[in-house]
């Protein structure tokens, strides 16, 4: 199992995400900083999956993950158009 997170700012706050691959499949959660809950998103808004790709991307550039997980994503989004 591997676990990315990236935080950013919005109008109530900062929020938080954690994006979880395992088994093949990939899962995505946000938080509210001060927050206690997650807020699941199943399935994850296009939107977020083209952050969590740009994230991955970053990471395997930087030699941190493998580029399968790139291409997981891009699958992904493919498969949404």
Not at 1 to 16: A, F
Not at 26 to 41: F, P, T
Not at 48 to 61: A, D, S
Request: aromatic content about 10%; hydrophobic content about 30%; proline content about 4%.
């Amino acid at each position: 199992m591997q676990k990315h997170q990236w935080r950013e700012d919005s109008e109530d706050g900062q929020v938080l995400f954690r994006a979880t691959y395992h088994a093949g499949c990939w899962s995505l959660a946000s938080q509210l900083k001060g927050d206690e809950g997650w807020s699941r998103y199943d399935p994850i808004p296009r939107e977020l999956l083209e952050k969590l790709r740009q994230v991955i991307w970053n990471k395997y550039q930087r030699g941190r993950c493998p580029h399968k997980l790139v291409t997981k994503i891009d699958k992904m989004l493919e498969s949404e158009d």
